[in-house]
């Protein structure tokens, strides 16, 4: 039976040039947040194809967490626990920059002052710069790959540290980047008594320097900041009110889920606002759409979301998982790619591209028609309405319950160990687990003989999952009343 779908795919076979697709639609920017820093196995040739990737989902934008990740000369202890990065060791990324540039593509080098990767290092051999916690004693160690200490940035060592260090990334490193990122931290703050409430005016008086110092440099360049040292308003998850300093309209606002609410005042006085959330990443296309539907509604200018994927050693229990630590992490979840394969070409990944490109450009594009753009272009001329069902469940089989640093329990049996031994393993979460399997065999047996690259990568796929439960059934039998 020919299906409805199969028709409407034939109507729009090519997709539109690349040229078409960008600079259109309600947002001015548009593209993702990449946590480089945390991605150490690929290359200038793998970042290459990636920024080429970027390009042609109608991206402009490419926040670039670089921090922890370039060799510094000032400051060895910042990358030394990174040393096997490709970029550590064969600086790639003023080469990568300029190919952006040649696609279209601004770059935006992402760090986070007073703490996370990279920065959060330097008190490991200067303990004065070190943060107190509410508890009024030293931090201890926080992070996600890189675990070090927040710093205070009351201490003038702490401000005269990160100021040189960024110095460093932003002008002698990369000068043709196109601006910074300056990620305050979701995480921790400092409770000593020179911070206190007033720790996000101490963050300012960085923020304030070094945007001054880029733009006497370059006066287009674009600071993407927080919207904490203008607001007022209680910061999430901190215990602690934004700061009330002066707002230069020439600074980019960033807006964030958990860590920095929409505020409409401020996105009108800035020159231009961005909104990110982790669903490119982490969720489903459906996700995708609500997140553009978000944006759009919230006023911002940009919506950049997180494209973020893992691939460093965990040197401890990362979410407290003690199973991930000395391993590797699986980018994505996608266990079949060896160490230097970039996952961003990897069919699950493939569908939230399109779904970013098309719903980034138009909102509110019907998911219908998306899903036939998507079946035209995974499977051509043979796309059917089942073969999209069940490119999608297999998206959604990698997406369901993975976290930042774990794989989905049902493409990593060893997590659903994990799951047991920590009593988390219900009755309920077996039976789930055994019908999403199922599923996915049944989908492994519907594309046996495929008919097209697509389909042939569909049933890889399923067939992968199914294969690392070969020996592992018992995990997720049902338990004797
Ligand atoms: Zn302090």
Redesign the pocket.
């Known amino acids: 039976m020919l299906s409805a779908l199969t028709a409407a795919t034939i109507l729009m076979l090519a997709p539109p040039a690349d040229d078409a697709r960008r600079g259109d639609g309600p947002f001015a920017q548009r593209g993702y947040y990449i946590t480089f820093m945390r991605m150490p196995t690929y290359d200038l040739a793998d970042w290459r194809r990636i920024v080429d990737a970027i390009a042609n989902d109608g991206g402009n934008t490419l926040v670039l967490w670089v921090a922890g990740a370039f060799r510094s000369r000032k400051f060895p202890i910042t990358w030394a626990y990174n040393e096997e990065h490709e970029n550590v060791r064969n600086d790639f990324v003023r080469d990568l920059v300029d190919r952006a540039h040649t696609r279209g593509i601004r770059v935006l080098l992402g760090f986070t002052p007073f703490g996370y990767d990279g920065v959060n290092q330097y008190p490991l051999e200067h303990p004065e710069t070190r943060?107190?916690g509410k508890d009024g004693r030293p931090v201890g160690k926080g992070g996600i790959g890189c675990w070090g200490y927040n710093?205070?940035?009351?201490?003038p060592e702490?401000q005269r540290f990160l100021l040189e260090y960024i110095r460093e990334m932003a002008f002698d490193f990369y000068p043709n980047a196109d601006g910074l990122l300056i990620e305050s931290s979701d995480y921790a703050?400092?409770?000593?008594?020179?911070?206190?409430p007033h720790?996000f005016e101490?963050e300012f008086a960085f923020v304030k320097r070094i945007s001054d110092e880029v733009w006497a440099k370059k006066p287009d360049a674009t600071i993407v900041v927080y919207p904490h040292y203008f607001s007022g308003a209680e910061v999430p998850g901190l215990g602690v009110r934004a700061a009330r300093q002066p707002f230069d309209p020439r600074w980019t606002l960033f807006f964030t889920p958990h860590s920095a609410h929409l505020d409409p005042a401020l996105i009108k006085r800035a020159r231009s606002s961005l909104w990110w959330d982790d669903s490119p990443a982490l969720r489903r296309p459906q996700d995708i759409k609500a997140g553009a539907l978000r944006a759009r509604s919230a006023g911002v200018t940009g919506y950049v979301p997180s494209l973020e994927a893992f691939s460093f050693v965990a040197t401890v229990a990362e979410e407290g998982q003690e199973w991930l630590k000395g391993r590797r992490q699986v980018p994505l979840g996608f266990g079949w790619l060896k160490a230097g394969e970039p996952p961003y070409f990897e069919l699950p990944m493939r569908v939230n591209r399109i779904a970013y490109r098309e719903f980034s450009r138009d909102p509110d594009l019907a998911f219908e028609r998306y899903r036939s753009i998507l079946g035209n272009e995974v499977f051509g001329t043979t796309a059917t309405k089942q073969a999209v069902d069940d490119l999608l469940e297999v998206q959604a089989t990698f997406a369901d319950g993975r976290t930042w640093c774990q794989p989905s329990p049902l493409v990593c049996p060893d997590r659903v160990r994990a799951m047991a031994s920590q009593g988390k393993l219900t009755p309920e979460k077996r039976a789930e687990y055994r019908a999403g399997l199922e599923r996915i065999r049944q989908i492994e047996a519907r594309h046996r003989n495929p008919k097209s690259d697509g389909e042939k990568e569909l049933h890889r796929i399923a067939q992968w999952v199914v294969e690392q439960w070969r020996d592992e059934g018992k995990l997720l039998a049902p338990k004797a009343p």
């Open positions: 943060a107190v710093l205070c940035p009351s201490r702490s703050i400092c409770h000593c008594p020179d911070c206190g720790f101490k």
